[in-house]
């Protein structure tokens, strides 16, 4: 029997989008915790050479297996080339984590200002693909190439700005919304693979993806004032959520929003 600090020895994480932000630090938590992961990002080769130390750095310390992968996630082509780059140390049944962490997407307004041009169909289509539908894309992917475990989870990030307005943020809140009613119908026609999909809405959180949108400075000191717990919400409140709904107690979770904000959506 594994130990509890190295309960997921042998199984793998796949993480979307993991060079920063809630991917990196999940990366870090399940690492920790005996889990292999391979890891998919765009990077320029400067910031990929920090990132890959760091990486290196965790899987000799954790004793685990970290892949990177600087592909495009949202390409049939790359996700081909993640399967046969892959295939001789992923086994099959291993994949107990599908983790969709890509925050790529357009921040434009719905009508042109004085700043810059209008959000475009174009931008909001490829918006909701990056942000959403890419999920299915993968977990379709993983079940034909049979990598999933038979207790696996699928997880999402959403955000408050799924339901309410925030400057520039349309796009990525279409996204969003679509990725909740997608993730309910994973839940349901999925559960048959023996998948669990749920959806994280973390709190806001000082991430680079945040710190893209307009006002965000304006956001974060909302959300110190708004939370009980009289501060924003980290990453690392995120990726050890995440590691709980890999255990084995969090199997009946199936099709749920889990807020993870210390309480920040009740005010």
């Known amino acids: 029997m594994h130990s509890p600090l190295k309960q997921f020895t042998n199984h793998w994480a796949i993480i979307l989008g993991g060079s920063s932000g809630f991917g990196l630090a999940s990366v870090e938590k399940l690492a920790s915790h005996g889990m292999n992961i391979a890891i998919l990002y765009r990077e320029t080769r400067s910031s990929e050479r920090e990132l890959k130390n760091k990486l290196t750095l965790l899987a000799q310390i954790h004793n685990v297996i970290i892949a990177p992968f600087n592909i495009n996630a949202l390409d049939a082509s790359g996700r081909e080339q993640f399967i046969e780059q892959t295939n001789t140390i992923i086994a099959k049944g291993s994949v107990k984590l599908l983790l969709h962490s890509i925050a790529r ?45 038979t207790d696996a989870r699928i997880i999402g990030l959403t955000s408050e700005g799924s339901n309410r307005h925030w400057d520039g943020y ?13 993730a309910t119908y994973m839940a349901v026609e999925l559960s ?49 959520v995440i590691y709980l709904l890999c255990t084995a107690e969090a199997a ?6 889990i807020h993870v904000d210390g309480g920040e959506h009740c005010r």
Request: no cysteine; aromatic share 4%; proline share 4%.
């Open 252 to 257: 009946w979770i199936n099709g749920s929003l």
């Open 192 to 240: 048959k693979y023996g998948l669990r999909t749920n959806l994280i809405q973390a709190g806001v959180t000082n991430t680079p993806s945040l710190r893209m949108i307009a006002g965000s400075e304006q956001l974060i000191e909302t959300a110190v004032n708004r939370n009980p717990m009289g501060r924003i919400t980290e990453p690392q409140d995120v990726a050890n």
């Open 170 to 182: 349309a796009a990525v809140s279409i996204a969003k919304a679509s990725l909740q009613s997608l």
């Open 105 to 149: 997407g357009n921040l434009k307004p719905l009508m042109a200002d004085a700043d810059g041009g209008a959000l475009s169909v174009a931008d909001i289509e490829h918006t909701s693909y990056a942000m959403s539908n890419s999920l299915l894309d993968w977990a379709r992917l993983l079940i034909k190439n049979q990598l999933f475990n």
